[in-house]
């Protein structure tokens, strides 16, 4: 069973930084596409970041580009993102989600992931 995990959110101050985590299990995690989306309120669901590590394949939302590091050990089979330079309009519930590709394939777009983990709620006050 395909089960992905997000973990790490919190509260934290304009300027300040945050790590999520979503571990995950029940497949070949090098081979998928692992994907970092956000929902504020009342927001369609947005793609941050994605990577594939077996390919070497990566991808950021231009809003984050210079701010958010995105990275996997696989030996735990989990993904990271690092959120540098935080912003209140980065105020949302993160999500990871997981698909058998590449990013450089599915990128972004929520509707190409398959599997979905909890969310995880981020807040950045000014």
């Known amino acids: 069973e395909v089960q992905l995990q997000a973990s790490g959110g919190g509260s934290v101050q304009a300027g300040g930084s945050l790590r999520l985590s979503c571990a995950t299990s029940?497949?070949?995690?090098?081979?998928?596409?692992i994907g970092w989306f956000r929902q504020a309120p009342g927001k369609e669901r947005e793609g941050v970041s994605c990577?594939?590590?077996?390919?070497?394949?990566?991808y950021y939302a231009d809003s984050v580009k210079g701010r958010f590091t995105i990275s996997s050990n696989n030996a735990k089979n989990t993904v990271y993102l690092q959120m540098n330079s935080l912003k209140p309009e980065d105020t949302a519930v993160y999500y990871c989600?997981?698909?058998?590709?590449?990013?450089?394939?599915?990128?972004?777009?929520?509707?190409?992931?398959?599997?979905w983990g909890q969310g995880t709620q981020v807040t950045v006050s000014s």
């Open positions: 989600a997981a698909d058998w590709s590449s990013c450089a394939i599915v990128g972004g777009n929520a509707k190409r992931y398959d599997y």
């Open positions: 029940g497949f070949t995690f090098a081979d998928y596409a």
């Open positions: 990577i594939t590590s077996s390919r070497g394949s990566i």
